[in-house]
């Protein structure tokens, strides 16, 4: 996938799956069939799939490379993982993320710094990766920076996902826990995005003038610019998500920053513009 130059700052988009994950209603308490009815005819096929219903997902992570650093923001499902709820991640094989990585011309040593927007399981799987039996950090030369407060609400939660893809990481002593507006300089910065869960943060990008968001899960579909207030059922707090996601989308339209998404179709960056009373979302060619 080709790279988007953001200033000196390099980004190319990482992917590890994309297709139909999760009809409307079952993403969306809000999402009836009357609500859906007036999005179908621009949804349709790109962003739900007309033949099953179902939203289209992107998985995948965003590779930054500035003057100083090369970056992941995001480090999708993984293999191997114990994901029993999610049958077709369950204990995956497939190697084609790290394959991309490859052909992006980075190997895991090559990594400086790795951003996790969130801990939940389809953003830091390949944090670590299974070797003789143990979970070792998959980039043996980077610092992975979480967000203390995420880290800490991982940690209490103690689910396969903390002990799999994210203790190992601290107990090889790479881990570095920083506040929700942590700088690592002036080019990348974390922001304070919560409602999806408690520690989450979008990821911001800035070189000679012009300026990228990385949006993490505060936002999953694009139907969701027209609709802020819809949140889908896997916010931990509802409400605060969708105050989250109106602000943002606020921000970003009064600008114009690139809005790098984690979920929405190809080529999932884009910019949002104001529309009546919501918003929409312009994908960049």
């Known amino acids: 996938m080709h790279g988007r130059r953001i200033g000196d700052i390099e980004v190319r988009r990482i992917l590890e799956m994309e297709g139909p994950f999760r009809t409307p209603s079952d993403t969306f308490a809000d999402a009836t069939d009357e609500a859906m009815a007036p999005h179908l ?14 939203l289209i997902f992107t998985f995948q992570s965003y590779l930054v490379r500035s003057r100083h650093h090369t970056i992941l923001i995001d480090t999708c499902i993984g293999c191997d993982k114990t994901i029993p709820y999610f049958p077709e991640w369950h204990e995956r094989r497939d190697r084609a993320w790290l394959a991309n990585l ?3 011309g980075v190997e895991p040593e090559g990594i400086d710094y790795v951003f996790c927007s969130h801990l939940h399981v389809d953003h830091c799987g390949w944090n670590t990766s299974l070797v003789d039996g143990r979970w070792l950090p998959t980039f043996p030369n980077a610092k992975y920076v979480f967000a203390k407060d995420e880290y800490e609400a991982s940690a209490a939660a103690d689910t396969p996902v903390f002990r799999e893809s994210v ?6 002593g790479q881990a570095q826990l920083v506040a929700t507006d942590f700088a690592l300089d002036d080019e990348i910065w974390l922001q304070s995005t919560p409602g999806h869960t408690a520690g989450h943060v979008a990821v911001n990008l800035s070189s000679n003038g012009r300026g990228a ?22 916010d931990s707090d509802k409400d605060l998500a969708a105050r989250t996601r109106r602000r943002f989308l606020e921000e970003n339209s009064e600008s114009d920053r690139l ?13 949002v513009v104001a529309k009546d009373d919501a918003f929409r979302f312009l994908y960049e060619e």
Do not use: N
């Not at 005819?41 to 179902?54: F, I, N, R, V």
């Open 213 to 234: 968001v990385m949006s993490g899960d505060l936002i999953h579909s694009p139907v969701q610019c027209l609709h802020p207030d819809w949140s889908p059922r896997f």
């Open 102 to 104: 490859a052909a992006a």
């Open 167 to 172: 203790l190992p990481v601290m107990e090889a």
């Open 41 to 54: 005819s621009w949804m349709e096929p790109h962003a739900l799939c007309p033949d099953t219903g179902k």
């Open 259 to 271: 809005v790098l998404t984690a979920h929405f179709p190809s080529p999932s960056i884009g910019q």
